[in-house]
Protein backbone atom coordinates (compact mmCIF):
# COMPACT_ATOMS: atom_id res chain seq x y z
CA UNK A 1 0.00 0.00 0.00
CA UNK A 2 2.55 2.25 0.80
CA UNK A 3 4.51 1.38 -2.55
CA UNK A 4 1.26 2.06 -4.37
CA UNK A 5 0.78 5.89 -2.58
CA UNK A 6 4.32 7.01 -3.83
CA UNK A 7 3.58 6.24 -7.15
CA UNK A 8 0.48 8.25 -6.91
CA UNK A 9 2.34 11.27 -5.16
CA UNK A 10 4.89 10.82 -7.71
CA UNK A 11 3.11 10.71 -10.96
CA UNK A 12 1.72 14.50 -10.69
CA UNK A 13 5.17 15.90 -9.91
CA UNK A 14 6.46 14.01 -12.95
CA UNK A 15 3.48 15.50 -15.02
CA UNK A 16 4.14 18.99 -13.90
CA UNK A 17 8.02 18.85 -14.62
CA UNK A 18 7.30 17.44 -18.09
CA UNK A 19 4.82 20.16 -18.45
CA UNK A 20 7.17 22.98 -17.55
CA UNK A 21 10.05 21.94 -19.80
CA UNK A 22 7.84 22.06 -22.42
CA UNK A 23 6.64 25.40 -21.96
CA UNK A 24 9.59 26.53 -21.35
CA UNK A 25 10.23 24.94 -24.49
CA UNK A 26 7.51 27.01 -26.31
CA UNK A 27 8.91 30.56 -25.02
CA UNK A 28 12.58 29.45 -26.24
CA UNK A 29 11.25 28.95 -29.43
CA UNK A 30 9.15 32.16 -29.69
CA UNK A 31 12.11 34.28 -28.08
CA UNK A 32 14.79 33.03 -30.37
CA UNK A 33 12.26 34.42 -33.53
CA UNK A 34 12.06 37.61 -31.89
CA UNK A 35 15.75 38.14 -30.80
CA UNK A 36 16.93 36.60 -34.37
CA UNK A 37 14.80 39.14 -36.42
CA UNK A 38 15.45 42.17 -33.99
CA UNK A 39 19.01 41.63 -33.89
CA UNK A 40 18.99 40.96 -38.10
CA UNK A 41 17.47 44.12 -38.31
CA UNK A 42 19.54 46.49 -36.46
CA UNK A 43 22.72 44.80 -37.60
CA UNK A 44 21.38 45.51 -41.10
CA UNK A 45 20.85 48.72 -40.69
CA UNK A 46 24.39 49.04 -38.44
CA UNK A 47 25.74 47.62 -41.48
CA UNK A 48 24.20 49.46 -43.64
CA UNK A 49 25.28 52.68 -42.31
CA UNK A 50 28.56 51.84 -41.97
CA UNK A 51 28.94 51.06 -45.78
CA UNK A 52 27.60 54.23 -46.61
CA UNK A 53 29.97 56.34 -45.00
CA UNK A 54 32.53 54.29 -46.32
CA UNK A 55 30.95 55.09 -49.80
CA UNK A 56 30.23 58.64 -48.94
CA UNK A 57 33.79 59.31 -47.84
CA UNK A 58 35.16 57.05 -51.14
CA UNK A 59 32.75 59.45 -53.35
CA UNK A 60 34.41 62.15 -52.04
CA UNK A 61 38.13 61.24 -52.34
CA UNK A 62 37.15 60.50 -56.03
CA UNK A 63 35.57 64.23 -56.39
CA UNK A 64 38.74 65.62 -54.86
CA UNK A 65 41.15 64.04 -57.00
CA UNK A 66 38.83 65.05 -60.18
CA UNK A 67 38.75 68.52 -58.92
CA UNK A 68 42.90 68.33 -58.16
CA UNK A 69 43.04 67.12 -61.69
CA UNK A 70 40.59 70.10 -63.63
CA UNK A 71 42.31 72.92 -61.54
CA UNK A 72 45.25 71.66 -62.90
CA UNK A 73 44.35 72.29 -66.70
CA UNK A 74 41.99 75.49 -65.92
CA UNK A 75 44.64 77.08 -65.21
CA UNK A 76 45.96 76.54 -68.65
CA UNK A 77 44.00 78.49 -71.15
CA UNK A 78 44.18 81.91 -68.74
CA UNK A 79 47.87 81.82 -69.26
CA UNK A 80 47.50 81.40 -72.76
CA UNK A 81 45.09 83.76 -74.02
CA UNK A 82 48.36 86.32 -72.84
CA UNK A 83 51.31 85.13 -74.67
CA UNK A 84 52.61 87.29 -76.86
CA UNK A 85 53.30 84.53 -79.59
CA UNK A 86 49.55 83.63 -79.37
CA UNK A 87 48.32 87.26 -79.31
CA UNK A 88 51.04 87.74 -82.63
CA UNK A 89 49.88 84.74 -84.38
CA UNK A 90 45.68 85.83 -84.28
CA UNK A 91 46.98 89.88 -85.75
CA UNK A 92 48.88 87.93 -88.66
CA UNK A 93 47.53 86.88 -92.19
CA UNK A 94 46.86 83.41 -92.94
CA UNK A 95 49.99 80.86 -93.93
CA UNK A 96 52.00 82.86 -91.28
CA UNK A 97 54.77 80.86 -89.58
CA UNK A 98 53.37 78.81 -87.08
CA UNK A 99 56.17 75.79 -86.63
CA UNK A 100 57.55 78.04 -82.86
CA UNK A 101 54.38 78.08 -81.62
CA UNK A 102 53.26 74.48 -82.50
CA UNK A 103 56.76 73.30 -80.92
CA UNK A 104 55.97 75.38 -77.59
CA UNK A 105 52.38 73.96 -77.31
CA UNK A 106 53.79 70.16 -78.16
CA UNK A 107 55.86 71.03 -75.64
CA UNK A 108 53.25 72.21 -72.82
CA UNK A 109 50.81 69.25 -73.56
CA UNK A 110 53.61 66.55 -72.91
CA UNK A 111 54.45 68.61 -69.61
CA UNK A 112 50.52 69.12 -68.43
CA UNK A 113 49.48 65.58 -70.37
CA UNK A 114 46.83 67.79 -71.44
CA UNK A 115 44.97 65.76 -74.82
CA UNK A 116 45.24 68.82 -77.25
CA UNK A 117 46.54 71.96 -77.08
CA UNK A 118 45.30 74.59 -80.06
CA UNK A 119 45.01 78.49 -81.25
CA UNK A 120 41.34 79.12 -83.24
CA UNK A 121 41.24 82.26 -84.74
CA UNK A 122 38.10 84.47 -84.92
CA UNK A 123 36.88 82.58 -87.85
CA UNK A 124 36.77 79.34 -86.51
CA UNK A 125 39.82 77.92 -88.33
CA UNK A 126 42.70 76.56 -86.15
CA UNK A 127 45.65 78.33 -86.69
CA UNK A 128 48.40 76.02 -84.30
CA UNK A 129 48.20 73.25 -82.27
CA UNK A 130 50.03 70.77 -80.11
CA UNK A 131 49.51 68.02 -82.07
CA UNK A 132 50.35 69.22 -85.66
CA UNK A 133 52.60 66.61 -86.06
CA UNK A 134 50.11 63.86 -86.06
CA UNK A 135 47.77 62.81 -88.78
CA UNK A 136 44.75 64.25 -86.74
CA UNK A 137 46.24 67.71 -86.68
CA UNK A 138 43.87 70.30 -85.70
CA UNK A 139 45.63 72.98 -87.89
CA UNK A 140 43.17 74.26 -90.48
CA UNK A 141 40.23 72.46 -89.34
CA UNK A 142 36.90 74.65 -88.87
CA UNK A 143 35.64 74.66 -85.37
CA UNK A 144 33.04 77.42 -85.52
CA UNK A 145 30.49 75.34 -85.57
CA UNK A 146 31.30 73.93 -82.18
CA UNK A 147 29.58 75.27 -79.13
CA UNK A 148 32.53 75.76 -77.05
CA UNK A 149 33.72 78.26 -79.74
CA UNK A 150 30.82 79.78 -80.25
CA UNK A 151 29.88 80.41 -76.07
CA UNK A 152 33.58 81.50 -75.68
CA UNK A 153 33.38 83.90 -78.53
CA UNK A 154 30.51 85.54 -76.94
CA UNK A 155 31.16 85.25 -73.29
CA UNK A 156 34.63 84.82 -73.03
CA UNK A 157 35.43 81.23 -71.26
CA UNK A 158 33.58 78.44 -71.81
CA UNK A 159 33.74 74.54 -70.80
CA UNK A 160 32.60 71.58 -72.78
CA UNK A 161 32.40 67.78 -72.66
CA UNK A 162 31.94 65.80 -75.92
CA UNK A 163 33.59 63.86 -78.86
CA UNK A 164 35.96 65.00 -80.46
CA UNK A 165 35.14 65.71 -84.52
CA UNK A 166 38.93 64.46 -85.68
CA UNK A 167 39.92 62.26 -82.81
CA UNK A 168 36.91 61.00 -81.60
CA UNK A 169 37.63 60.73 -78.47
CA UNK A 170 35.27 62.02 -75.78
CA UNK A 171 37.07 64.79 -73.70
CA UNK A 172 36.55 67.95 -71.57
CA UNK A 173 37.10 70.90 -74.11
CA UNK A 174 38.35 74.29 -71.92
CA UNK A 175 37.90 77.37 -74.19
CA UNK A 176 39.14 80.60 -73.46
CA UNK A 177 39.09 84.08 -75.54
CA UNK A 178 41.98 85.74 -76.79
CA UNK A 179 41.41 89.66 -77.20
CA UNK A 180 44.18 92.01 -78.15
CA UNK A 181 44.62 95.64 -76.19
CA UNK A 182 42.22 97.64 -77.52
CA UNK A 183 39.50 94.79 -76.66
CA UNK A 184 38.67 93.28 -80.28
CA UNK A 185 38.16 89.24 -80.22
CA UNK A 186 41.28 87.76 -81.89
CA UNK A 187 40.25 83.95 -81.42
CA UNK A 188 39.85 81.03 -78.69
CA UNK A 189 42.60 78.78 -77.17
CA UNK A 190 41.39 75.81 -76.04
CA UNK A 191 43.02 73.13 -74.19
CA UNK A 192 41.32 69.55 -74.65
CA UNK A 193 41.53 67.20 -70.95
CA UNK A 194 40.95 63.18 -71.83
CA UNK A 195 40.21 61.07 -68.31
CA UNK A 196 42.00 57.13 -69.74
CA UNK A 197 44.31 57.88 -66.78
CA UNK A 198 41.76 58.82 -63.73
CA UNK A 199 39.40 56.25 -65.42
CA UNK A 200 41.89 53.81 -65.29
CA UNK A 201 42.59 54.20 -61.65
CA UNK A 202 38.64 54.25 -60.90
CA UNK A 203 38.45 50.79 -62.65
CA UNK A 204 41.44 49.32 -60.54
CA UNK A 205 39.73 49.89 -57.48
CA UNK A 206 36.80 47.47 -57.99
CA UNK A 207 34.57 50.59 -57.05
CA UNK A 208 32.74 51.59 -60.57
CA UNK A 209 32.20 55.32 -60.71
CA UNK A 210 30.72 57.65 -63.07
CA UNK A 211 29.97 61.18 -63.57
CA UNK A 212 27.20 62.81 -64.85
CA UNK A 213 26.21 66.39 -65.98
CA UNK A 214 23.10 68.32 -65.03
CA UNK A 215 20.90 66.88 -67.85
CA UNK A 216 22.03 63.35 -66.51
CA UNK A 217 24.14 62.90 -69.20
CA UNK A 218 27.48 60.22 -68.36
CA UNK A 219 30.81 62.01 -69.32
CA UNK A 220 33.60 60.06 -67.34
CA UNK A 221 33.03 56.80 -66.52
CA UNK A 222 34.99 53.45 -65.27
CA UNK A 223 33.05 51.57 -67.44
CA UNK A 224 33.31 51.99 -70.70
CA UNK A 225 29.78 51.04 -71.95
CA UNK A 226 28.15 53.67 -69.43
CA UNK A 227 29.90 56.35 -71.33
CA UNK A 228 27.07 59.12 -73.08
CA UNK A 229 24.19 56.91 -71.39
CA UNK A 230 21.73 58.67 -69.18
CA UNK A 231 20.54 58.20 -65.63
CA UNK A 232 17.32 58.73 -66.64
CA UNK A 233 15.29 58.63 -69.94
CA UNK A 234 15.09 62.18 -71.97
CA UNK A 235 12.57 64.16 -74.46
CA UNK A 236 12.86 64.21 -77.83
CA UNK A 237 13.82 67.44 -78.13
CA UNK A 238 16.75 67.36 -75.22
CA UNK A 239 18.05 64.46 -77.14
CA UNK A 240 18.41 65.71 -80.24
CA UNK A 241 20.35 68.78 -79.29
CA UNK A 242 22.78 66.75 -76.91
CA UNK A 243 23.36 64.36 -79.80
CA UNK A 244 24.01 67.25 -82.18
CA UNK A 245 25.84 69.13 -79.36
CA UNK A 246 28.07 66.38 -78.22
CA UNK A 247 28.78 65.36 -81.68
CA UNK A 248 27.44 61.49 -80.89
CA UNK A 249 26.14 59.11 -82.86
CA UNK A 250 22.09 57.98 -82.29
CA UNK A 251 22.71 54.96 -80.36
CA UNK A 252 23.89 57.15 -77.46
CA UNK A 253 21.80 58.90 -74.44
CA UNK A 254 20.22 55.14 -73.72
CA UNK A 255 18.96 55.35 -70.21
CA UNK A 256 21.08 52.73 -67.67
CA UNK A 257 19.78 49.66 -67.49
CA UNK A 258 19.31 50.28 -63.45
CA UNK A 259 17.96 53.20 -61.27
CA UNK A 260 20.77 55.62 -59.80
CA UNK A 261 19.27 57.10 -56.65
CA UNK A 262 17.94 61.19 -57.21
CA UNK A 263 17.41 62.27 -53.78
CA UNK A 264 21.21 62.48 -52.67
CA UNK A 265 21.03 59.67 -49.91
CA UNK A 266 23.73 57.18 -49.66
CA UNK A 267 21.40 53.92 -50.61
CA UNK A 268 21.69 50.50 -51.99
CA UNK A 269 21.04 49.61 -55.76
CA UNK A 270 20.99 47.01 -57.63
CA UNK A 271 23.34 47.54 -60.94
CA UNK A 272 23.81 44.42 -63.08
CA UNK A 273 27.58 44.77 -63.99
CA UNK A 274 29.95 41.71 -66.00
CA UNK A 275 26.58 40.23 -67.09
CA UNK A 276 25.74 39.89 -63.27
CA UNK A 277 23.28 41.38 -60.88
CA UNK A 278 24.60 42.16 -57.81
CA UNK A 279 23.95 44.97 -54.88
CA UNK A 280 25.87 48.04 -54.74
CA UNK A 281 25.83 50.81 -52.31
CA UNK A 282 25.29 54.40 -54.22
CA UNK A 283 27.31 57.30 -52.88
CA UNK A 284 27.48 60.74 -54.84
CA UNK A 285 29.47 63.92 -54.60
CA UNK A 286 29.54 67.36 -56.24
CA UNK A 287 32.89 68.19 -57.92
CA UNK A 288 34.65 71.36 -58.94
CA UNK A 289 32.10 71.81 -62.34
CA UNK A 290 29.06 73.29 -62.12
CA UNK A 291 26.11 70.84 -62.24
CA UNK A 292 28.49 68.13 -62.46
CA UNK A 293 28.21 65.00 -59.94
CA UNK A 294 30.20 61.79 -58.89
CA UNK A 295 28.23 58.49 -58.53
CA UNK A 296 30.12 55.81 -56.90
CA UNK A 297 28.93 52.26 -56.62
CA UNK A 298 30.61 50.29 -53.25
CA UNK A 299 30.37 46.55 -53.26
CA UNK A 300 28.53 45.28 -50.73
CA UNK A 301 30.78 41.95 -50.90
CA UNK A 302 28.18 40.05 -48.55
CA UNK A 303 28.91 41.91 -45.78
CA UNK A 304 24.86 43.11 -44.85
CA UNK A 305 24.10 39.67 -45.10
CA UNK A 306 27.07 38.23 -43.34
CA UNK A 307 26.44 40.99 -40.27
CA UNK A 308 22.85 40.11 -40.32
CA UNK A 309 23.31 36.27 -40.34
CA UNK A 310 25.64 36.78 -37.06
CA UNK A 311 23.70 38.43 -35.62
CA UNK A 312 20.81 36.32 -35.90
CA UNK A 313 22.95 33.34 -34.71
CA UNK A 314 24.44 35.32 -31.72
CA UNK A 315 20.62 36.30 -30.73
CA UNK A 316 19.82 32.56 -30.86
CA UNK A 317 23.01 31.58 -29.46
CA UNK A 318 22.27 34.27 -26.47
CA UNK A 319 18.36 33.32 -25.96
CA UNK A 320 19.35 29.69 -26.11
CA UNK A 321 22.53 30.32 -23.28
CA UNK A 322 19.34 31.74 -21.15
CA UNK A 323 16.96 29.43 -20.81
CA UNK A 324 19.66 26.67 -20.79
CA UNK A 325 21.03 28.54 -17.53
CA UNK A 326 17.03 28.94 -16.58
CA UNK A 327 16.88 25.14 -17.14
CA UNK A 328 19.90 24.39 -15.01
CA UNK A 329 18.75 26.76 -12.23
CA UNK A 330 15.47 24.59 -12.18
CA UNK A 331 17.11 21.49 -11.98
CA UNK A 332 19.25 22.75 -9.12
CA UNK A 333 16.25 23.76 -7.32
CA UNK A 334 14.80 20.74 -7.41
CA UNK A 335 18.10 19.24 -5.90
CA UNK A 336 18.39 22.30 -3.61
CA UNK A 337 16.44 20.83 -0.67
CA UNK A 338 18.47 17.28 -0.89
CA UNK A 339 21.68 18.82 -0.42
CA UNK A 340 20.96 21.26 2.25
CA UNK A 341 20.22 18.46 4.91
CA UNK A 342 23.56 17.05 3.51
CA UNK A 343 25.40 20.21 3.70
CA UNK A 344 24.51 20.67 7.11
CA UNK A 345 26.22 17.93 8.73
CA UNK A 346 29.13 18.85 6.67
CA UNK A 347 29.31 22.62 7.57
CA UNK A 348 29.44 21.13 11.25
CA UNK A 349 32.15 18.68 10.62
CA UNK A 350 34.37 21.35 8.64
CA UNK A 351 33.45 23.79 11.07
CA UNK A 352 35.11 21.77 13.73
CA UNK A 353 38.15 20.99 11.65
CA UNK A 354 38.53 24.54 10.60
CA UNK A 355 39.11 25.16 14.29
CA UNK A 356 41.69 22.69 14.37
CA UNK A 357 43.37 24.23 11.30
CA UNK A 358 43.00 27.60 11.91
CA UNK A 359 44.92 26.54 15.16
CA UNK A 360 47.62 24.99 13.48
CA UNK A 361 48.21 27.68 10.98
CA UNK A 362 48.14 30.40 13.13
CA UNK A 363 51.00 28.78 15.45
CA UNK A 364 53.07 28.44 11.48
CA UNK A 365 52.35 31.97 10.91
CA UNK A 366 53.79 32.95 14.29
CA UNK A 367 56.82 30.57 13.17
CA UNK A 368 57.45 32.31 9.80
CA UNK A 369 56.69 35.92 11.32
CA UNK A 370 59.92 34.82 13.32
CA UNK A 371 61.89 33.54 10.09
CA UNK A 372 60.99 36.64 8.43
CA UNK A 373 62.42 38.61 11.12
CA UNK A 374 65.39 37.18 11.80
CA UNK A 375 65.99 37.01 7.64
CA UNK A 376 65.16 40.57 7.50
CA UNK A 377 67.61 41.35 10.24
CA UNK A 378 70.52 39.26 8.55
CA UNK A 379 69.86 41.70 5.30
CA UNK A 380 70.27 44.64 6.72
CA UNK A 381 73.17 43.53 8.32
CA UNK A 382 74.88 42.10 5.27
CA UNK A 383 73.90 45.71 3.16
CA UNK A 384 75.40 47.22 6.15
CA UNK A 385 78.70 44.66 6.09
CA UNK A 386 78.69 45.62 2.26
CA UNK A 387 78.93 49.30 2.54
CA UNK A 388 81.18 48.93 4.71
CA UNK A 389 83.24 47.21 2.34
CA UNK A 390 82.70 49.22 -0.02
CA UNK A 391 83.99 51.92 1.73
CA UNK A 392 87.10 50.20 2.96
CA UNK A 393 87.45 49.52 -0.69
CA UNK A 394 87.36 53.48 -1.47
CA UNK A 395 89.83 53.79 1.06
CA UNK A 396 92.24 51.27 0.73
CA UNK A 397 92.13 52.37 -2.91
CA UNK A 398 92.92 55.75 -1.79
CA UNK A 399 96.15 54.34 0.22
CA UNK A 400 97.05 52.80 -2.87
CA UNK A 401 97.04 56.04 -4.75
CA UNK A 402 98.20 58.76 -2.56
CA UNK A 403 101.69 58.80 -3.61
CA UNK A 404 100.54 59.46 -7.40
CA UNK A 405 98.35 62.06 -5.82
CA UNK A 406 100.64 64.12 -3.89
CA UNK A 407 103.13 63.89 -6.86
CA UNK A 408 100.01 65.65 -8.73
CA UNK A 409 99.99 67.91 -6.23
CA UNK A 410 103.49 68.73 -5.57
CA UNK A 411 104.18 69.90 -9.17
CA UNK A 412 101.27 72.89 -9.23
CA UNK A 413 102.25 73.76 -6.20
CA UNK A 414 106.48 74.18 -6.93
CA UNK A 415 104.71 76.11 -9.90
CA UNK A 416 102.95 78.46 -7.74
CA UNK A 417 105.91 79.09 -5.90
CA UNK A 418 107.60 79.83 -9.18
CA UNK A 419 105.13 81.85 -10.79
CA UNK A 420 104.83 84.23 -7.06
CA UNK A 421 108.17 85.15 -7.24
CA UNK A 422 108.49 85.99 -11.16
CA UNK A 423 105.19 88.15 -10.68
CA UNK A 424 106.92 90.07 -7.65
CA UNK A 425 109.67 90.09 -9.80
CA UNK A 426 107.82 91.98 -12.79
CA UNK A 427 106.02 94.49 -10.07
CA UNK A 428 109.41 95.56 -8.69
CA UNK A 429 110.10 96.66 -12.54
CA UNK A 430 106.68 97.87 -12.68
CA UNK A 431 105.53 95.51 -15.60
CA UNK A 432 102.13 95.13 -14.35
CA UNK A 433 100.63 92.85 -17.60
CA UNK A 434 103.80 90.47 -17.12
CA UNK A 435 102.51 90.24 -13.50
CA UNK A 436 99.02 89.33 -14.36
CA UNK A 437 100.27 86.46 -16.45
CA UNK A 438 101.82 85.07 -13.77
CA UNK A 439 99.38 85.60 -11.44
CA UNK A 440 96.56 83.96 -13.87
CA UNK A 441 99.01 81.20 -14.49
CA UNK A 442 98.76 80.20 -10.44
CA UNK A 443 94.99 80.76 -10.61
CA UNK A 444 95.04 77.69 -13.12
CA UNK A 445 97.56 75.91 -11.17
CA UNK A 446 95.48 76.35 -7.92
CA UNK A 447 92.15 75.31 -9.54
CA UNK A 448 94.20 72.09 -11.16
CA UNK A 449 94.63 71.52 -7.37
CA UNK A 450 91.08 71.86 -6.16
CA UNK A 451 89.92 69.31 -8.99
CA UNK A 452 91.96 67.16 -7.70
CA UNK A 453 91.45 67.37 -3.93
CA UNK A 454 88.01 68.52 -4.72
CA UNK A 455 87.77 64.50 -6.17
CA UNK A 456 89.65 62.84 -3.54
CA UNK A 457 87.09 64.55 -1.20
CA UNK A 458 83.95 63.13 -3.24
CA UNK A 459 86.11 59.59 -4.05
CA UNK A 460 86.66 59.03 -0.15
CA UNK A 461 82.94 60.00 1.10
CA UNK A 462 80.92 57.28 2.49
CA UNK A 463 77.31 57.90 1.08
CA UNK A 464 74.26 55.75 0.18
CA UNK A 465 74.32 54.31 -3.51
CA UNK A 466 71.74 55.90 -5.82
CA UNK A 467 71.09 54.85 -9.18
CA UNK A 468 70.36 58.11 -11.70
CA UNK A 469 72.13 58.62 -15.37
CA UNK A 470 75.86 59.22 -15.60
CA UNK A 471 77.94 60.08 -18.56
CA UNK A 472 81.00 57.33 -18.70
CA UNK A 473 83.57 60.10 -19.95
CA UNK A 474 82.95 61.88 -16.47
CA UNK A 475 83.04 59.06 -14.48
CA UNK A 476 86.56 58.14 -16.40
CA UNK A 477 87.88 61.72 -16.51
CA UNK A 478 87.07 61.67 -12.51
CA UNK A 479 89.27 57.94 -12.01
CA UNK A 480 92.33 59.34 -13.98
CA UNK A 481 92.26 62.57 -12.22
CA UNK A 482 92.64 60.38 -9.14
CA UNK A 483 95.11 58.12 -11.10
CA UNK A 484 97.23 60.17 -12.88
CA UNK A 485 100.29 60.90 -11.12
CA UNK A 486 100.41 56.76 -10.68
CA UNK A 487 100.31 56.31 -14.59
CA UNK A 488 103.15 58.44 -14.54
CA UNK A 489 105.19 57.09 -11.86
CA UNK A 490 104.98 53.66 -13.32
CA UNK A 491 105.71 54.60 -17.12
CA UNK A 492 102.31 53.26 -18.48
CA UNK A 493 101.02 54.52 -21.69
CA UNK A 494 97.52 55.15 -21.55
CA UNK A 495 95.56 54.66 -24.12
CA UNK A 496 91.62 55.86 -24.17
CA UNK A 497 89.30 55.66 -27.14
CA UNK A 498 87.20 58.66 -26.45
CA UNK A 499 84.27 58.43 -28.85
CA UNK A 500 81.03 59.83 -28.66
CA UNK A 501 79.97 60.60 -24.86
CA UNK A 502 77.27 57.21 -23.20
CA UNK A 503 75.02 58.16 -20.44
CA UNK A 504 74.57 54.61 -17.79
CA UNK A 505 72.05 54.21 -14.91
CA UNK A 506 74.44 53.65 -12.32
CA UNK A 507 75.93 55.77 -8.83
CA UNK A 508 79.08 58.05 -10.09
CA UNK A 509 81.17 57.32 -7.25
CA UNK A 510 81.12 53.93 -7.28
CA UNK A 511 81.43 53.42 -10.66
CA UNK A 512 84.78 55.76 -10.34
CA UNK A 513 85.37 53.34 -7.53
CA UNK A 514 85.30 50.21 -9.97
CA UNK A 515 86.85 52.15 -12.42
CA UNK A 516 90.06 52.52 -10.26
CA UNK A 517 90.33 49.23 -8.96
CA UNK A 518 90.68 47.83 -12.69
CA UNK A 519 93.18 50.22 -13.53
CA UNK A 520 94.93 49.43 -10.21
CA UNK A 521 94.70 46.11 -11.40
CA UNK A 522 96.19 46.55 -14.41
CA UNK A 523 99.21 48.54 -13.17
CA UNK A 524 100.12 45.64 -10.65
CA UNK A 525 100.15 43.34 -13.39
CA UNK A 526 101.85 45.15 -15.95
CA UNK A 527 104.74 45.60 -13.00
CA UNK A 528 107.93 44.52 -15.24
CA UNK A 529 106.40 44.58 -18.47
CA UNK A 530 108.77 46.73 -20.74
CA UNK A 531 106.42 48.75 -22.75
CA UNK A 532 103.11 48.67 -20.39
CA UNK A 533 100.21 49.85 -22.04
CA UNK A 534 96.72 50.84 -20.67
CA UNK A 535 93.45 50.50 -22.87
CA UNK A 536 90.28 51.88 -21.57
CA UNK A 537 87.26 52.37 -24.66
CA UNK A 538 83.66 52.52 -24.66
CA UNK A 539 81.02 50.82 -26.76
CA UNK A 540 77.40 51.01 -27.33
CA UNK A 541 75.70 47.35 -27.81
CA UNK A 542 71.70 47.79 -28.68
CA UNK A 543 70.87 49.56 -25.08
CA UNK A 544 73.52 48.73 -23.50
CA UNK A 545 77.46 50.34 -22.73
CA UNK A 546 80.43 48.53 -22.45
CA UNK A 547 83.46 49.91 -20.61
CA UNK A 548 87.13 48.03 -21.17
CA UNK A 549 89.61 48.19 -19.08
CA UNK A 550 92.69 45.66 -21.32
CA UNK A 551 96.07 45.57 -20.67
CA UNK A 552 99.34 44.14 -22.13
CA UNK A 553 100.67 42.10 -19.16
CA UNK A 554 100.92 38.01 -18.34
CA UNK A 555 96.99 37.83 -18.25
CA UNK A 556 95.77 35.54 -15.80
CA UNK A 557 96.18 31.54 -14.89
CA UNK A 558 93.72 29.09 -15.82
CA UNK A 559 93.05 28.05 -11.97
CA UNK A 560 92.80 31.90 -11.26
CA UNK A 561 90.36 32.24 -14.03
CA UNK A 562 87.78 29.64 -13.06
CA UNK A 563 88.01 31.42 -9.37
CA UNK A 564 88.01 35.30 -10.18
CA UNK A 565 85.51 36.48 -8.36
CA UNK A 566 85.22 34.87 -5.61
CA UNK A 567 86.23 36.29 -2.45
CA UNK A 568 90.03 35.61 -0.74
CA UNK A 569 91.48 34.26 -4.36
CA UNK A 570 94.07 36.57 -5.72
CA UNK A 571 97.01 36.50 -7.82
CA UNK A 572 98.82 38.52 -5.62
CA UNK A 573 101.01 38.60 -2.64
CA UNK A 574 99.51 40.65 -0.36
CA UNK A 575 96.13 41.28 -1.73
CA UNK A 576 93.12 39.68 0.08
CA UNK A 577 90.82 38.78 -2.99
CA UNK A 578 88.14 41.26 -2.60
CA UNK A 579 88.24 43.93 -5.23
CA UNK A 580 86.81 42.19 -7.98
CA UNK A 581 84.47 41.18 -5.39
CA UNK A 582 82.94 44.29 -4.07
CA UNK A 583 83.68 45.88 -7.98
CA UNK A 584 81.26 42.80 -9.29
CA UNK A 585 78.55 43.94 -6.08
CA UNK A 586 78.88 47.67 -7.20
CA UNK A 587 77.58 46.83 -10.58
CA UNK A 588 75.72 44.60 -10.09
CA UNK A 589 73.28 46.92 -8.08
CA UNK A 590 73.15 48.79 -11.33
CA UNK A 591 71.59 45.75 -12.96
CA UNK A 592 75.08 45.60 -14.78
CA UNK A 593 77.90 42.70 -15.21
CA UNK A 594 81.56 42.68 -14.43
CA UNK A 595 83.17 39.70 -16.62
CA UNK A 596 86.60 38.78 -17.78
CA UNK A 597 86.74 38.66 -21.77
CA UNK A 598 88.81 36.21 -23.20
CA UNK A 599 91.96 37.97 -24.69
CA UNK A 600 94.95 36.33 -26.45
CA UNK A 601 97.03 39.06 -24.22
CA UNK A 602 96.71 40.56 -21.20
CA UNK A 603 93.70 40.92 -19.27
CA UNK A 604 90.43 42.24 -20.78
CA UNK A 605 87.55 43.34 -18.13
CA UNK A 606 84.34 44.27 -19.33
CA UNK A 607 81.70 46.40 -17.31
CA UNK A 608 78.48 46.33 -18.85
CA UNK A 609 75.90 48.86 -18.18
CA UNK A 610 72.17 49.76 -18.91
CA UNK A 611 72.12 52.62 -21.65
CA UNK A 612 70.27 55.72 -20.05
Do not use: C
Amino acid sequence: MLHSASMHAATPIHLRNRLTLALLALVWLAASLAGAYAAGETARRSAEAALARQSENAAALHAAVLRSELEKYRSLPPALVTDPDVVRLLNAPDGAETTTLNQRLETLADQTRASAIYVIAADGVTRAASNWRQPISFVGADYSFRPYFIKAMREGSAEFFALGTVSRTPGLFLARRVSDRGGRVLGVVVVKVEFDTLEAEWRASGEPAYVADPGGVILITSVPAWRFRTLRPMDAASRRLTLADQTLGHGALTPLNFQTPSDGRSQLVDAPIDGAARHWMHASSQTATAGWTLHLLTPTRGAIETAVANARAIAVLIVTLVFGVLAVLLRRRQQAAARHRAAEAARQDLEHRIAERTRDLSEANEALNRQIEERMRAEASREALRDELVQAGKLAALGQIAAGVAHEINQPVAAILTQAETAAAWLERDQAPKAARALSRIGDLTSRIGAITQELRAFSRKSQPSVSSVSINEALDGALLLLGGRLRQAGVRLVRHKGPDAVVMADRFRLEQVIVNLIQNALEALDGVPTPIVTLSVKREADQVELIVADNGPGLSEAIREQLFTPFVTSKSNGLGLGLVISRDIVAAFNGELDLRPSDTGAVFVVTLRQA
